[in-house]
């Protein structure tokens, strides 16, 4: 979590801390890596979004839909609300499952059957959703 806060680290080494806090993340680190999104948004963001995508954190929810809101920009609205609705599918396993089943084309399908397996879905649930 060190690398992540410091403003010294290099862009691509608080990525990668990202990325591998994924597997370990805890409530603190689930928080911090917001508390860093929102110090550093736009300029300097290394990952601490996509980091909280991934884990489906809620908390990230009122910050995606307040800075989409926000944006003028038509391109980074979008990509906020779709992000928000990456954790908005992970609400549930029976909305990832949902989500499974109904071949969205705007979600990657490995992507949800990961996210399905990291909530707890059973394998025999994401195959059924799938087939």
Do not use: F
């Not at 691509?12 to 370990?24: E, F, H, K, P, Q």
Request: charged share 30%.
């Amino acid at each position: 979590m060190q690398i992540i806060a410091d403003d010294g680290a290099r862009a691509n080494t608080r990525s990668i801390a990202c990325r591998l806090l994924v597997y370990v993340a805890d409530e603190t680190g689930r928080e911090e890596l917001l508390r860093q999104l929102k110090r550093r948004w736009p300029r300097r963001t290394s990952g601490e979004l996509s980091a909280l995508i991934e884990l489906g954190d809620p908390a990230v929810l009122p910050w995606l839909e307040a800075t989409g809101s926000a944006t003028k920009n038509d391109r980074l609205r979008s990509y906020l609300q779709d992000r928000a609705e990456e954790v908005r599918v992970q609400v549930s396993t029976e909305r990832l499952l949902a989500a499974l089943e109904s071949d969205d084309e705007n979600r990657h399908r490995g992507w949800l059957v990961r996210q399905a397996m990291r909530h707890g879905a059973s394998r025999e649930a994401i195959r059924n959703a799938v087939l």
